[in-house]
């Protein structure tokens, strides 16, 4: 698997010097996804987050609603800490768009708010803006990211992206509002 892992490491890596998906080498300052697993206990239970039924029902629903507009999707259905607990990427949708679904996962998990809500927020606020850009987990605010809530308290977040591709820009929310009905429902 060639390219960056980690949207920071793009920025800054040097580019492939022979053929397409010439792997390059992150900066010293990103830790390597091998020495992440290396450092973390084996046993580590994931965070608070929907069961992997329950996950795989609602990112299957959302894809569904935009494939039935045409529109190829990523689907991520993760925990309270924003950790994936089911991926789900629509036939034809690229792989910029899992990437993009995990950034709208991580402003969920940051700022405990839709992430629509918080780039609605940055318009207005140079600083949250500059906070998000200097985030190598964030980057760009978009819209498509929302919590999970069950009995007063968030258990999870989705995310969806690719929707904008079809020409609808809200397209990504509106799929994104199905998986939480599904989740918030059972």
Do not use: H, W
Not at 80 to 109: C, E, F, H, M, Y
């Amino acid at each position: 698997m060639g390219g960056c892992l980690a949207l920071a490491a793009c920025a800054t890596a040097a580019p492939p010097t022979r053929g397409e998906g010439a792997a390059t080498v992150p900066p010293a300052s990103v830790p390597s996804l091998a020495a992440t697993v290396e450092a973390m206990p084996k046993f580590l239970p994931r965070a608070e987050g929907p069961g992997l039924s329950a996950a795989i029902e609602a990112a299957s629903a959302a894809q569904r609603a935009c494939a039935a507009r045409d529109v190829p999707v990523s689907v991520l259905v993760a925990d309270v800490v924003g950790k994936p607990v089911v991926l789900l990427s629509g036939d034809g949708a690229g792989v910029r768009s899992q990437l993009i679904a995990q950034t709208k996962v991580n402003i969920v998990a940051r700022y405990g708010k839709a992430s629509g809500e918080v780039a609605a927020q940055a318009a207005d606020d140079p600083q949250l803006t500059a906070a998000a850009a200097a985030d190598p987990d964030i980057g760009v605010l978009r819209a498509g990211g929302f919590p999970v809530y069950r009995a007063g308290r968030m258990i999870g977040i989705v995310a969806v992206s690719g929707g904008s591709l079809g020409g609808d820009m809200t397209l990504d929310e509106k799929c994104a509002q199905v998986a939480v009905a599904t989740l918030e429902g059972q």
